[in-house]
């Protein structure tokens, strides 16, 4: 329990008239009275209703905290997913990212080209990679003739043909045109040893390749590893 709260009163006494047995004391000696007692209160408790309020406004201020760290992850998540996995003018698919170029070389400068920007000329690994090349090469194409150079070649062996990662052409991966390759060298006397893509009316099983004397200028494409 709290200590009891004592006050004290300073009160002086002074010796009665005629009466010299009665001791008091001096009137220089001041007597103290005690006068009051009265307990110390206990600080008021705050009402049921306040301590409800104060638990209330810590829910809430927890809530708040969470939708906030909420979507500060959320936000994080969306930062990374909408960063750029490939450089301007590269187009991400698959895994990689692909450069169509506006302008025509002859193969081995489309090469030079390419790996002067940290690439190569594109290998095809797949059919959903031939079919995504295939549609954005259509969409480009404004003649029949603009065709597009690809990492493909025989220029070493004829009839070898081996891309420019020097892994050799799946027979199961082959999209040849109708009568293609055909080595024609009646314009051309080291005959075509490069492959170049392209169909601005549709492929028929996406069969766009064909080809093409390598010093023969066309656009062309390149890849490299996206940024993942």
């Given at each position: 329990m709290p200590e009891a709260e004592v006050l004290y009163s300073d009160i002086k006494f002074k010796r009665a008239r005629g009466n010299t047995d009665v001791a008091t004391p001096s009137t220089d000696e001041p007597t103290y009275s005690e006068v009051k007692i009265s307990k110390a209160q206990r600080p008021a408790e705050l009402p049921a209703s306040s301590r409800r309020s104060g638990v209330t406004s810590e829910r809430v201020a927890l809530l708040v905290l969470s939708v906030l760290l909420a979507a500060a992850l959320t936000a994080l998540g969306v930062t990374h997913e909408t960063c750029p996995r490939c450089e301007d003018g590269w187009e991400p698919h698959g895994g990689k990212c692909y450069f169509f170029s506006?302008?025509?070389?002859?193969?081995?400068?489309?090469?030079?080209?390419?790996?002067?920007?940290?690439?190569?000329?594109?290998?095809?690994?797949?059919?959903?990679?031939?079919?995504?090349?295939?549609?954005?090469?259509?969409?480009?194409?404004?003649?029949?003739?603009?065709?597009?150079?690809?990492?493909?070649?025989?220029?070493?062996?004829?009839?070898?043909?081996?891309?420019?990662?020097?892994?050799?052409?799946?027979?199961?991966?082959?999209?040849?045109?109708?009568?293609?390759?055909?080595?024609?060298?009646?314009?051309?006397?080291?005959?075509?040893?490069?492959?170049?893509?392209?169909?601005?009316?549709?492929?028929?099983?996406?069969?766009?390749?064909?080809?093409?004397?390598?010093?023969?200028?066309?656009?062309?494409?390149?890849?490299?590893?996206?940024?993942?």
């Open positions: 506006s302008v025509t070389l002859t193969w081995n400068k489309s090469r030079t080209q390419c790996t002067s920007m940290s690439g190569d000329l594109v290998v095809i690994n797949n059919r959903e990679e031939q079919r995504f090349l295939q549609s954005r090469v259509r969409g480009k194409m404004k003649t029949d003739e603009d065709v597009f150079w690809i990492g493909l070649t025989d220029s070493k062996k004829e009839d070898e043909w081996l891309w420019v990662d020097n892994t050799g052409l799946d027979t199961s991966l082959k999209f040849w045109r109708e009568g293609e390759p055909d080595n024609w060298a009646w314009d051309t006397p080291d005959g075509q040893d490069c492959v170049r893509m392209g169909e601005k009316d549709g492929a028929t099983n996406l069969k766009s390749w064909d080809d093409k004397y390598c010093k023969w200028p066309q656009k062309y494409i390149c890849e490299k590893p996206d940024k993942a």
